[in-house]
């Protein structure tokens, strides 16, 4: 069975950073990709990173890039997301999926994590 568990949300002040992580077991990392989404209320879901692991490739949506870094630890298969300087539009839950082949390009996702809330007061 596969699992993907995030946490390392919680609620800051804006200029804050938090580090988010995503924790998976039954599926390997490396094998694809994983990645980060978004959804705020009232919106749509959002992508805003992306490794495509096994082709050493990473993506930021423009929203987040320079403030926002990906990143993993094989030996743990489990990926993170560093965010730095976070703004109140950041509030969100967010979302980590991951899978097989290079969905950082074609993001059909078959497996997600449950969410953990990020809340950014002004």
């Known amino acids: 069975e596969v699992q993907l568990v995030e946490s390392g949300g919680g609620l800051v002040q804006a200029g804050d950073s938090l580090r988010l992580s995503c924790a998976a077991s039954g599926v390997i990392f490396d094998n694809g990709a994983v990645g980060w989404f978004r959804q705020a209320p009232g919106k749509e879901r959002e992508p805003i990173s992306c490794l495509q692991a096994n082709e050493g490739e990473i993506i930021y949506a423009d929203s987040v890039k320079g403030r926002f870094t990906i990143s993993s630890n094989s030996a743990k298969n489990t990926v993170y997301l560093q965010m730095n300087n976070l703004k109140s539009e950041d509030t969100a839950v967010y979302y980590c999926?991951?899978?097989?082949?290079?969905?950082?390009?074609?993001?059909?996702?078959?497996?997600w994590g449950q969410g953990t809330q990020v809340t950014v007061s002004a």
């Open positions: 999926a991951a899978g097989p082949g290079r969905l950082c390009y074609y993001p059909t996702y078959p497996y």
